[in-house]
Nanobody, 125 residues
Framework: QVQLVESGGGLVQPGGSLRLSCAVSGFTLEYYAIGWFCRAPGKQREGVSFISSADGSTEYADSVKGRFTIARDIAKNTVYLQMDSLKPEEAAVYYC??????????????????WGQGTQVTVSS
């Protein structure tokens, strides 16, 4: 049974950092892409970053490049999103997602068939 469980969200001041975790089960990270997405109140879900299956290559939304880092630990079946220099406008629910049919991943959410329940990130002083 495929399952994705996010953790690590919380309240952080502007400029602060958080590390989100996505623990997966029911499949092996080595062979599938994982994406991170966010949805802020009143906005559509947006792609933040993804890591592809074969070579672990990564991509980021332009707005987070240089501040966010995605990484995976295959042995732990966990994907991480390190978020530094957070901005108030980045407050949102963050989701990880699994793309069983798109090993190269992508920033479009239509590529992903399984989603976690999300973890809330609040950026406020």
């Amino acid at each position: 049974q495929v399952q994705l469980v996010e953790s690590g969200g919380g309240l952080v001041q502007p400029g602060g950092s958080l590390r989100l975790s996505c623990a997966v089960s029911g499949f092996t990270l080595e062979y599938y892409a994982i994406g991170w997405f966010c949805r802020a109140p009143g906005k559509q879900r947006e792609g933040v970053s993804f890591i592809s299956s074969a070579d672990g290559s990564t991509e980021y939304a332009d707005s987070v490049k240089g501040r966010f880092t995605i990484a995976r630990d295959i042995a732990k079946n966990t994907v991480y999103l390190q978020m530094d220099s957070l901005k108030p406008e980045e407050a949102a629910v963050y989701y990880c997602a699994y793309a069983p049919h798109a090993p190269d991943g992508g920033m479009g959410d239509w590529r992903y068939d399984y989603w976690g329940q999300g973890t809330q990130v609040t950026v406020s002083s």
